[in-house]
């Protein structure tokens, strides 16, 4: 055994390694060039069940597989599947004239029958819709003929088209794929009628999405979308710098999976370029009123956070100016929001004040305020994929230290904390208003919906009459009552502060440089992916 | 006292212990050797290079670098050295009681020593991590539940030997209790196997440690760990790559310090072991250890 | 040899069935109540108490404790985990592919490893003392200390991105495995390097090398006779090292956005997945014990004074 033998063995190693590196490098570059008519996406979940009636999977992809009945527009509602419809005089029926050149992507017809199917399987599963409120309306689907079908609601309620555009879950699945003719306990494909076809799927992997070539509106000109899983932050960057990746956007819960400098930078290189949408939705702490142990239960308490955070200084330092600093739950421009409401700006005297007058007292040499025995200590859930998340949380939980708050802040995962929210398992937590097309009236539907925000608004001391207003605002027929009714309800909200604006949200979507015609629905839950085109 | 001497012979041994000193010293009195609060933010400071008042920075929130990464030896290094001395002793009760007693008491602590032996130590910790939350406190528990086995077995196996030993038995016969004739004979023996092990195992604790901390699953903000200004350094790794450079240096310079330490100890030690019993008891020791390095 | 194998795997039975009702505890400490997660995974919107009492009734969990532990791990043998409560799929489904992918980066990179820790191990041990074994064992303790998650982000920048050479991440073809591989190497092979060192200073302290030189024996068949009993360590440390590195993954994993068990424990962790983390550490602990006692087997079968050990 010589020296040499030694270091020649460890360099045969070494050597080997580079090697191999080295020699399929170039196999690599070689695949390069073909690359160009495909998007691949990372993600930091699975794109999951891709089941169109129930709410595990991704939205955008969803969005890619499935299509409603009609579509939600800056115009407002346009056709889509249904190519133009008619409403009674008593708003209690709906009649639906279809496309008749749609098929499903397993060669099956779209017709009256499929929508009567698909919607019945969605109404089977009733306890799961509640939170969309026309599931409590549809009383029955009826047939017409082969391209006309016409829906029964038990009573006038003017967002019903609305509601039929949404992502889910009225849209519509091939009824070969149905189990015992339901969707509720799984399906046996995901047939839908959308411009991509799931081609392959590996959990946790990646998911690859064909152009569907018979879609009715054409082709979709980007031939292949992959949705790769992969960490948020460096390893998604580190992905798009090498061009593993070519493509991201804010996901369907509005974490961007690299941070705002992190996309300036690519932007830098010259690979890629960097598209944002209007302002889309309100990016909020939400309170849990109805935790009656927990001082957040307060009003004083939560009109104290409001104040003692400085929005301005999270959109100039933390979004780099990107995002607006919001005021308010719903901004003027939104329907029905150009309300009077008070103005609460970035003041921490006035929100020691707030607290000193709710008897939240400061002992002398304490960091913490108490009252009664009592800690003023609250727990803040952030999104552990959102970069910027974590950043607002350990933000603002100095900024409530310095008026004499404690704030633990935990990070987890985005379905655990949806669970927390649907539970009522929470002090505050990080949530977005629904969009532009869900804004107001399906996110103030959601106020009384227990899987979204009905532990918020429980707790306030208006809730009952903050849910029959609801239930009046979305039945009535008369705008200007609409009107006030809505102006009502925001006010409640507003006054209890049971919503904290943080900044005004808006998708953004880090391209490469040659793709066209990006653009963006009317909801941050998808992209329309088959309008994109490469030069 | 043999030991002391043949470590301060070893130069590398006695700069590693003094960079050891030195770090659990600038841990405790944090306070004093802090230059800021290491919690204050100014976001006008965000990312602020090194100046005579932040001398190594400051980070994403505008925070004093230098006085994070002080207050960061508490929970990468003291707290781990607490978590250890906990193990100890209840590795020590169980152990003694193991080789007190014998019989049956022996075998079922034995038996759970062998089930908390065949859980690899980062699977512990996430099983805790997950019943109980993230949190630095949890991850310092399952250490404890996994180390204290390691202890309980090498105490074990020196009672059994010095409880056989004829001056035991005299001692025994004279009257004195040989309880505290046990204790005083084996604490002396067992302290080198424990020191040996322990060192082995800060290594891989504070590994750990700013592992889980890195994942997100170790200790809360605003509190500073290593693992986690590292985590946050990642994010901004090829616009500041110099904010990965101190916590990562620190975390190579003391856990090589204990790495040195450690071995320089076992070398200490070893020619002390001479008969064929305690060179046995060494060899699971050292298997032990070294497993443990990184858990 | 027979006996000692039905003796061994006599003691690794009692084994199995403690970690599985420890595995059973410790997720029975969890504050939440399983049968409001379960009405929760099924996203009913309202969970009444009639609802609660219900599905306890239904899935037994109003039962005695020894009753419930003894279904649950009839249906782990029978490898049905229950459903994620997150996703609602399999657990078993979920866990396998991943435990898969864990276990050919384990076994790629203890190759590796043991390569590594044998080639330094044995050259140092031969030069005891001298430049070269010092400046090994400095380096390789030097290694060990680096956080391999630290190490990891500076090979991606450098090999992946600087020079362009290799994947950031993801497991798509054996290119995938080369940083990875390399990482854990380095991370583990300082360790296993000492154990090769220390096992062959043994040897050669031993009593028939002695005897050999003295009865004249050429240094070349001594060198040989040394070799051939360092080979049983290797293969011991072999089987040691993989169930060790089976289960510390996690970090490497997590960096390099592999499919793996680590990945998914922590997403599971993180959503409070609780059937998943359950499974993954009984599946780790199960895995560990199989390798720690064909491990075993194996030095007892090299080995036979080991055989009486037991």
Redesign the interface.
């Known amino acids: ?1 010589k ?1 040499v033998n ?1 270091f020649a ?2 360099g045969l ?1 070494i050597f080997t ?1 580079v090697v ?3 020699c ?2 170039e196999k690599d570059e070689a695949a390069n060039g073909e690359a160009r008519a495909e998007l691949s996406y990372a993600s930091s979940k ?1 794109i ?2 891709m089941n169109p009636h ?3 999977g991704s939205m955008p992809a969803q969005g890619m597989l499935y299509e409603s009945l009609v579509e939600n527009t800056q115009e407002g509602i346009k056709p889509l599947l249904a190519e133009s419809w008619e409403i009674a005089e008593d708003g209690k029926s709906y009649t639906f004239h279809l496309r008749e050149d749609v098929v499903f992507h397993d060669g099956e017809p779209f017709n009256a029958e499929a929508v009567k199917l698909n919607i019945e399987a969605v109404q089977h599963n009733a ?2 819709h ?2 969309i409120k026309l599931s409590t309306k549809i009383v029955s689907v009826n047939v017409k003929d082969e391209f006309t079908v016409e829906l029964q609601l038990s009573e006038p309620y003017y967002p019903t088209l609305v509601e039929l555009s949404m992502t889910r879950p009225y849209v519509f699945l091939s009824p070969k794929d149905f189990v015992n003719g339901e969707t509720k306990d799984g399906v046996n494909g995901y047939n839908g009628t959308g411009p991509y076809k799931l081609a392959e799927h ?4 990646y998911a690859i999405f064909e152009a569907n070539d018979s879609y009715w509106g054409g082709s979709p000109q980007i031939k292949k979308i992959t949705s ?4 948020a ?3 998604t ?3 798009l ?2 061009g ?1 990746i070519n493509f991201v956007f804010t996901d369907d819960r509005g974490a961007d999976s690299i ?1 705002v ?2 996309m300036e ?1 690519l932007v830098e290189s010259n690979d890629y370029q960097l598209v944002r949408s209007e302002a889309m939705n309100t990016k909020m702490i939400v309170a849990n009123s109805s935790r009656i142990d927990n001082p957040v239960s307060e009003t004083a308490v939560r009109e104290a956070i409001w104040y003692s955070i400085d929005r301005d ?1 999270i959109s100039k ?1 933390i979004f780099n100016g990107t995002e607006a600093a919001a005021n308010r739950l719903f901004s003027a421009n939104v329907n029905y929001a150009d309300v009077d409401l008070k103005v609460r700006d970035y003041d921490s005297e006035t929100a020691k004040e707030v607290l000193e007058k709710a008897g939240w007292l400061l002992e002398n040499g304490a960091a913490v305020r108490t009252k009664a025995g009592n800690k003023l200590a609250l727990n803040l859930y952030y999104d ?1 994929n959102s ?1 910027s998340q ?2 607002q ?3 603002i ?3 409530v ?1 310095a008026i004499g708050m404690q704030m ?6 985005s ?2 904390i949806a ?1 927390r929210r ?2 009522g398992d929470y002090d505050l937590l990080f949530n977005q208003t629904w969009g532009l097309a869900y804004d107001p009236q399906s996110t103030i539907a959601a106020f009384t ?3 979204a925000y009905y532990h918020t608004t429980r707790g306030i001391t208006q809730a009952d009459e903050l849910y029959k207003k609801i239930d009046e605002v979305m039945v009535s027929t008369d705008e200007e009552t609409r009107k006030s009714i809505y102006a009502d309800i925001m006010t409640i909200v507003h006054d209890e502060a049971v919503f904290i604006p943080i900044t005004n949200g808006r998708v953004t979507v880090v391209a490469p440089k040659g793709l066209n015609d990006i653009s963006f629905k009317q909801t941050q839950y998808e992209l329309p992916f088959e309008r994109m085109s490469f030069e | 006292m043999n030991i002391w001497l043949s470590l301060s012979k070893d130069k590398l041994a006695v700069m590693s212990l003094l960079i050891i000193v030195a770090t659990l010293a600038a841990g405790i009195f944090a306070p004093q050797f802090a230059p800021h609060d290491p919690t204050e933010v100014n976001m006008q400071l965000k990312y602020a290079a090194s100046s005579w008042t932040y001398l190594l920075g400051n980070d994403h929130l505008g925070r004093c670098i230098l006085s994070r990464l002080i207050y960061g030896i508490r929970p990468s290094v003291l707290w781990v050295l607490v978590a250890l001395a906990i193990s100890v002793c209840i590795g020590a009760v169980i152990g003694f009681i193991a080789g007190y007693f014998r019989g049956k008491i022996d075998a079922f602590m034995m038996r759970i020593c062998d089930v908390m032996l065949s859980f690899p130590g980062y699977v512990m910790t996430l099983a805790v991590v997950g019943i109980l939350g993230a949190g630095l406190e949890h991850i310092l528990i399952a250490f404890v539940v996994m180390k204290w086995a390691w202890f309980a077995r090498v105490i074990r196996t020196a009672v059994m030997q010095y409880s056989d030993m004829d001056y035991v038995k005299f001692a025994k016969a004279s009257g004195s209790s040989h309880l505290t004739v046990i204790v005083r004979h084996i604490v002396p023996v067992t302290f080198a196997d424990i020191a040996v092990i322990s060192s082995g195992s800060i290594c891989s604790m504070i590994l750990q440690i700013s592992g889980l901390s890195f994942l997100g699953l170790g200790i809360q903000a605003p509190n500073a760990e290593w693992g986690m200004m590292l985590n946050e350094a990642r994010g901004v790794m090829f616009s500041r790559p110099e904010l990965m450079l101190a916590p990562g240096l620190a975390i190579i310079i003391v856990v090589s310090a204990f790495n040195f330490l450690s071995d320089a100890l076992q070398a200490a030690i070893n020619p002390q072991l001479k008969t064929a019993q305690r060179k046995l008891q060494a060899s699971e020791v050292r298997v032990s250890s070294y497993e443990s390095i990184r858990g | 040899m027979g006996s000692y194998m039905v003796k061994r795997i006599g003691i690794a039975v009692p084994l199995l069935i403690m970690i599985s009702f420890l595995t059973f505890v410790l997720i029975n400490l969890s504050p939440l109540d399983p049968a409001v997660v379960v009405l929760q995974a099924q996203d009913i919107p309202e969970v009444t108490e009639e609802l609660i009492a219900q599905t306890n009734e239904k899935l037994g969990f109003n039962q005695p404790f020894m009753i419930r532990y003894l279904h649950w791990a009839a249906s782990c043998l029978q490898l049905d985990f229950g459903v994620s409560y997150v996703t609602g799929e399999s657990v078993w489904l979920t866990i396998a592919p991943a435990f898969l992918n864990t276990l050919k980066l384990t076994l790629v990179s203890s190759v590796f490893i043991i390569v590594m820790s044998i080639l330094l191990g044995v050259a140092c041990a031969m030069r005891e003392g001298k430049m070269m074994d010092k400046s090994v064992r400095g380096i390789a303790f030097f290694l060990t200390a680096i956080p391999s998650y630290w190490l990891a982000s500076i090979m991606i920048w450098y090999f992946s991105v600087h020079l362009d050479l290799l994947p950031t991440s993801g497991m798509d073809s054996y290119r995938s495995y080369i940083l990875p591989v390399i990482v854990l190497t380095i991370s583990y092979a300082g360790i296993y390097f000492r154990t090769v060192r220390s096992s062959m200073l043994n040897q050669i302290n031993e009593d028939y090398v002695l005897y050999g030189r003295a009865s004249g024996l050429s240094e070349k068949k001594i060198t040989m006779h040394i070799l051939r009993n360092s080979l049983q360590v290797a293969i011991s440390i072999f089987a040691m090292a993989i169930p060790i590195i089976l289960g510390s993954t996690v970090v490497i994993e997590n960096v390099f956005a592999w499919p793996g068990l680590g990945r998914l424990s922590v997403k599971a962790i993180l959503s409070r997945d609780f059937p998943i983390i359950q499974a993954y550490v009984l599946i780790v602990a199960v895995a560990f014990v199989f390798f720690n006692t064909i491990s075993d087997i194996i030095n007892a079968a090299m080995n036979p004074k080991l055989r009486k050990d037991l």
């Open positions: 055994m020296k030694v063995w460890i190693f390694i191999l590196a080295g399929s490098s699975d999951n069940d129930l709410y595990a306890e799961k509640a939170w590996q959990t946790d992997e790769k899983v992969l960490p932050g460096e390893t960057f580190l992905a710098q090498k593993e941070d400098e992190a930078q200084t330092d552990t970069a974590k950043i949380a350990e933000f939980q100095s900024s230290k633990d802040i935990i990070g987890e995962e379905s655990s669970n649907a539970t919906s227990e899987s």
